[in-house]
């Protein structure tokens, strides 16, 4: 894969009459008999989890990429949600746009709660793109690309592969593109059922007593829920290798695995979480990394079919929080409100090919930049009008761009609304429960229900992107609609709050308070607003509550022990984190503040024993060493 260093030639500018032309299956085949570009998505992948693996030689063909390409860490958006991600990832526009607001929309006739599908999508896909532009694609599993679209090329939706949203109903129509391709690939596919216990014997510890007592049909279960993730992940490349095999410009592959493994198992890897006992630790405390290196296997697979001058371009939609980051749940994914809370905003940007600098990092990627990236590399022209832009930077000669004005098509999207109303939508249960054991899905979803959550997302969207305007205008239409939709009120809480409306956000968070009397995130806020308006006690009262609601979450006790120090009560501070750290004692925030604590109090031995602790955890926290060599002296902390 190795290919000369050169340039890119960018195609002319196609006139608007000229691009019409040229609709799936009508333009002239151009001549290609390997891939130019792989595109791999790999859901939920980040740096932090990956990097320990990278070095101790686990990852070899993620690390040969890295060695040769260049990458970044990559900015998703608010609210981190996959099928709205990964929909802005293929189209290049937000969800304002391109419609994918949600996991799940209500159904246009009957209001009955659906899992999103392609038909929601309003905006054109690289697929649909590239197809109009004479080029052939192959996609394989991308988010809600069921039913599969006329391409020039071929696409596996994702009801294919045996995974969280698999159909094995025959009489299901639209599986592929073509048709025909869902029956040659059936075949070759791993189901659920044949996967053995020699499997997963490099993921977990477990007997065989374990394995067959296991519910397959239970996505809850860890181990029955392993054979659908090992089985998707398999097929995805089964099906991956297909498309490779056939002339294309674009293979895209798209794993779903590497996030559903680290909402599964995350919580049994190391340290030791709370509420989860030690045998399991001991059965699946490697599970998470031994999907990544899964991950990796199935990726060299894909690389050994490509050419030496081939891009290979690797994204995911958010990363994955892990270690003392992980947010406290007593029961994995139990509800759609915090199974969210396990992402992190940054994910993964990997680019290697010709003319790419090698072993270069990039600033400021964000997933809008990926589709203007993917363009350039086809040489094709960029919107002017995307989000995002061709990241240029990430070669060592600077291609020249073409651009188009916009690929928004109003026509294409209203011819997609009315297919959407005169399809006959029908909930699909096993779809429905895979959201739901995931935490994506509330236990009694309704259709008004999931329409508030998908006007309160675009709401959060408008927010990120500093639209505060519509966003404000969204979610007081929300409440006018639904006065007891709490979250609606705690969000205009925080954007109040951002704008330094102190009093109204209070208020806002008190509403929250009166419908949802549990909400720890209204008590946190509210006690910063109370700090702030010089209410001390008050907001520590906010806190203690907060804290007591769920003992064992270290967010509250953490934001407790910060005021109780500035207010001038170390020792309770002190008394606080060290709670935490009884049960977490590689918890690196309780750490740090711990010494911050001692140290202001002029407890310097103390102190300089807590940042020795803190850098163990962190060697390359710089702050951290210079304030212990100012501990081992005596001093103070001083300014910063």
């Keep these: 894969m190795r290919g000369p260093v050169r340039s890119i030639r960018l195609v002319a500018v196609l006139s608007a009459s000229i691009i019409l032309v040229f609709v799936a299956g009508c333009s002239e085949p151009a001549p290609q008999s390997k891939p130019k570009v792989l595109l791999v998505g790999l859901d939920g992948a980040d740096w932090d989890v990956m990097k320990p693996l990278m070095d101790r030689g686990e990852l070899p063909n993620i690390s040969s990429l890295v060695a040769r390409g260049v990458r970044a860490r990559m900015k998703s958006i608010q609210p981190i949600i996959s099928p709205v991600i990964w929909t802005t990832i293929a189209t290049g526009y937000g969800p304002d746009d391109h419609g994918v607001i949600d996991f799940t929309v209500p159904d246009p006739t009957t209001g009955d709660p659906i899992v999103i599908t392609s038909r929601h999508r309003l905006a054109k896909a690289f697929w649909n793109l590239l197809s109009e532009r004479g080029r052939d694609v192959g996609v394989v599993g991308w988010w809600a690309s069921w039913p599969a679209e006329k391409v020039r090329g071929q696409i596996v939706s994702d009801r294919v592969l045996a995974h969280a949203f698999v159909s094995n109903r025959e009489e299901e129509e639209e599986l592929t593109y073509p048709r025909e391709l869902a029956a040659d690939l059936r075949p070759q596919l791993l189901e659920p059922a044949d996967v053995t216990i020699e499997d997963a014997a490099r993921f977990m510890k477990i007997t065989p007593e374990e394995w067959n007592r296991a519910d397959s049909h239970d996505f809850n279960d860890p181990i029955g829920h392993f054979r659908h993730i090992y089985s998707t992940m398999k097929n995805v490349t089964t099906a991956g290798l297909q498309l490779l095999a056939d002339p294309t410009d674009l293979v895209a592959v798209y794993y779903e695995g590497t996030d559903t493994a680290g909402h599964m198992y995350m919580r049994y890897a190391p340290p030791s979480y709370p509420y989860t006992s030690e045998e399991e630790h001991e059965k699946y405390g490697q599970t998470v990394d031994s999907f990544l290196r899964q991950a990796d296997t199935e990726l060299g697979r894909l690389l050994e079919e490509l050419p030496e001058d081939a891009y290979v371009m690797i994204v ?288 310097y031995e103390d102190a300089a024993s807590a940042w020795e602790t803190v850098l163990s955890i962190q060697p390359d926290d710089a702050r951290a060493r210079e304030y212990l060599e100012r501990a081992r002296n005596g001093q103070e902390m001083g300014p910063g």
Excluded: C
């Design 316 to 603: 995911s939609d958010h990363g994955f929080l892990a270690g003392d980051q992980r947010p406290m749940e007593e029961r994995a994914n139990q509800d759609y409100r915090t199974a969210a809370l396990w992402h992190d905003i940054e994910g993964v940007f990997l680019l290697a090919g010709p003319g790419v600098r090698a072993g270069a990092s990039l600033p400021d990627v964000t997933i809008f930049d990926v589709l203007p990236t993917l363009l350039t590399l086809l040489d094709l022209p960029v919107a002017d009008d995307f989000r995002g832009r061709s990241r240029t930077d990430a070669f060592i000669e600077s291609p020249e761009l073409t651009t188009v004005a916009s690929y928004r098509d109003p026509a294409w999207s209203e011819a997609r609304k009315k297919q959407l109303l005169e399809a006959a939508n029908q909930v699909d249960g096993e779809m429905m429960e895979k959201l739901r054991s995931l935490g994506y899905v509330g236990g009694s979803e309704t259709g008004s229900l999931v329409s508030l959550r998908g006007r309160l997302a675009l709401a959060q969207y408008h927010l990120f992107v500093g639209e505060r305007v519509q966003a404000v205008e969204e979610l007081r239409g929300v409440i006018a609609d639904a006065p007891d939709f709490y979250e609606a009120h705690y969000q205009l809480g925080q954007t109040a709050m951002q704008s330094g409306e102190l009093e109204a956000a209070e208020r806002y968070f008190r509403r929250t308070l009166e419908i949802e009397s549990e909400h720890i995130p209204s008590f946190m806020n509210l006690a910063f607003i109370l700090k702030q308006s010089n209410r001390s006690g008050e907001a520590v009262q906010a806190l203690e509550t907060a804290t007591m609601l769920d003992p064992l979450d270290p967010g509250p006790v953490i934001n407790l022990a910060i005021l109780l120090r500035e207010t001038g009560n170390g020792e309770a501070a002190v008394e606080r984190l060290d709670g935490i750290l009884a049960r977490l004692p590689r918890h690196r925030v309780a750490w740090i503040q711990k010494a911050i604590t001692l140290h202001q109090g002029a407890r």
